[in-house]
Every structure is written in structure tokens, then in C-alpha cells.
């Protein structure tokens, strides 16, 4: 039972961390929107001293490759939280299976030490086995 608690807040740590991590990088990218790239790798990012036809044409197109930068991100930031999310679910769903078997197992009535040997035996069985 601690375990599932402590498996919850972990997971819920960790999508908040990847969100936090995205936010940061968000902004970080963000101020790239008002440079110009240059097309070699790596790319170099500069402001232009004077606004002319040209510098503005390179201004909108980098603003466009910041803006789909951005939003892959978000996808990714998106699918990792999915990630971890179902990643908790099957552990979840593991750990209530599991905790079925036990009940079913265990769940056998005792009367006068009749039946107890046999869950006991049952048991041992199983963890040599």
C-alpha cells in the first residue's frame, strides 16, 4: 500500500518536472523568435542593426521555425508526460492484480486450525517453486 502511494507522488514529480522542464526551455526559445538564424549548423542568431524588406522576410521565417520548435516541443513534453502517466497505470494495474491473488489466496476461512496447512503448504509451495 506505501509502495502505490510512493509510486503516485513519484510519477506525479516527474510529469511536473517535465513540465517545468519544457516551460523553461519554452522561454529560453521564445527570445529567439525576434533574431535571425543563419541556415549552417550549427546556426548562429543575430539581430539586425537595421530593419530593411529583407531583414524583416528573415525575421518572419525565423519566427516561423521558432514557432515549429515550439510546438514539436510541446508535443514531446506531451507525450512524455503520456509516457509516464501509462507507465503508472500498468504498475498500477500490476500491483491490484497482484493484490488480488493475495486476497483470493489468503482469503481462505480458518475453523479450528482445519485449513490453515493447507494455505501454509500452498504458500511454501509456491516460493520454492
Known amino acids: 500500500m506505501l ?61 516561423e521555425r521558432v514557432d515549429a520548435e515550439l510546438a514539436l516541443g510541446a508535443a514531446r513534453c506531451e507525450d512524455e508526460r503520456r509516457a509516464l502517466q501509462a507507465a503508472y497505470d500498468q504498475r498500477k494495474q500490476r500491483r491490484d492484480e497482484a493484490q488480488k491473488r493475495n486476497d483470493e489466496r489468503f482469503a481462505r476461512p480458518v475453523v479450528d486450525g482445519g485449513g490453515g496447512e493447507e494455505v501454509v503448504a500452498a504458500a511454501s509451495a509456491e516460493a520454492e517453486g
Not at 22 to 46: F, G, M, N, Q, Y
Open 3 to 63: 509502495r502505490a502511494g510512493r509510486d503516485e507522488i513519484l510519477t506525479d514529480m516527474r510529469r511536473t518536472e517535465a513540465s517545468l522542464l519544457h516551460a523553461s526551455w519554452k522561454a529560453s526559445h521564445d527570445v529567439l523568435r525576434h533574431t535571425i538564424r543563419t541556415v549552417t549548423e550549427p546556426s548562429l542568431c543575430w539581430v539586425p542593426s537595421t530593419s530593411t524588406p529583407m531583414t524583416d522576410l528573415l525575421l518572419a521565417k525565423s519566427a
